[in-house]
């Protein structure tokens, strides 16, 4: 049975850190390319930073670029989000999830694919 579970979700100010982390069981997170995903209330799901299963190759989209980083750690099953920086527009549940990772000339993008976490709440707020 396959799970992505998530944690490091919570309240923090406006500027702060957190990190969030995806810990994967029944499945080999070797061979999937592993995405951030959130929600804010009223939005709809946005795709916030991948990482590829081949080459390590990244995608962060541009609302989070130079704030937040994406790592994994094959050993651990783990993937992390790293996030630095923090705003009140950075609030919403985040998600992990396999992704389709498409690499294009000068840029990436990725795509939820069959397995979802199911999600932990950052606040970012005064």
């Known amino acids: 049975q396959v799970q992505l579970v998530e944690s490091g979700g919570g309240l923090v100010q406006p500027g702060g850190s957190l990190r969030l982390s995806c810990v994967a069981s029944?499945?080999?997170?070797?061979?999937?390319?592993i995405g951030w995903f959130r929600q804010a209330p009223g939005k709809e799901r946005e795709a916030v930073s991948c990482?590829?299963?081949?080459?390590?190759?990244?995608y962060y989209a541009d609302s989070v670029k130079g704030r937040f980083t994406i790592a994994r750690d094959n050993a651990k099953k783990t993937v992390y989000l790293q996030m630095n920086s923090l705003k009140a527009e950075d609030t919403a549940v985040y998600y992990c999830?396999?992704?389709?990772?498409?690499?294009?000339?000068?840029?990436?993008?990725?795509?939820?694919?069959?397995?979802w976490g199911q999600g932990t709440q950052v606040t970012v707020s005064s």
């Open positions: 999830a396999t992704v389709e990772f498409h690499k294009f000339v000068g840029y990436n993008r990725c795509y939820g694919d069959a397995y």
């Open positions: 990482v590829s299963s081949t080459d390590g190759a990244t």
């Open positions: 029944g499945v080999d997170v070797d061979y999937y390319g």
